[in-house]
């Protein structure tokens, strides 16, 4: 919680009307999420319950025909992000808080910051969710740590990569945004 208040407090006071702006394109991104979730969710009950009272095991070569539900999550999860995303760079929306309402130039402090923290979190749930299965599977003794480390390494470059130069492109974009924004009130 500290450090939620130190971010807070290091951003500065909310616009309001950027939050409003904000809360309508993440009203909408939740609500594709919650609609593309409940149904991958009904379709995985519907394909178990079948499997079930069918007596055939979905989990051999006979489900490998099946439409895997988790296709469906991650469907749902990058249209529903996407266009949230979409949503807000067309606002011109880089966050609420009134530092980066106003800001003209990319802050490449701000996106390194912000691939640091995504590169750490998958690089860490990468390494220790292959290590959990691992262990699930094949069992402690043989778990391969230092790969599984390094798959860590790597999901930790990439998603610094993306993290950085897409919170770049996706400043940017909203910059641009705000300024035809502008140049239409100006007109």
């Given amino acids: 919680m500290n450090l939620i208040k130190r971010w807070n407090a290091f951003m500065g006071p909310k616009d309001e009307r950027l939050e409003s702006e904000s809360n309508r394109c993440m009203r909408v991104g939740y609500t594709i999420l919650l609609a593309g979730a ?8 519907m394909v ?25 999550i991650a469907v749902a999860i990058l249209v529903s992000c ?69 798959m ?4 930790f470059v990439m998603a610094f990569v993306v993290g950085t130069f897409g919170t770049a492109a996706y400043i940017k974009s909203a910059i641009v945004g705000r300024a035809k924004q502008d140049s239409l009130l100006e007109d």
């Fill in 48 to 72: 178990n319950q079948v499997a079930d009272t069918t007596d055939t095991p979905i989990y051999t070569s006979i489900g490998q025909d099946v439409f895997p539900v988790t296709g469906v």
């Fill in 82 to 150: 996407l266009i949230t995303l979409g949503m807000q760079m067309k606002a011109g929306i880089v966050d609420e808080h009134v530092r980066m309402a106003t800001i003209d130039h990319v802050p490449w402090g701000f996106c390194v910051l912000i691939g640091l923290i995504s590169g750490a979190m998958l690089g860490v749930i990468s390494a220790a969710m292959r290590m959990l299965a691992e262990i699930q599977i094949v069992g402690i003794e043989s778990v391969t740590w230092a790969g599984d480390l390094a």
């Fill in 38 to 45: 409940g149904i991958a969710a009904w379709y995985g009950i």
């Fill in 152 to 155: 860590g390494v790597v999901f």
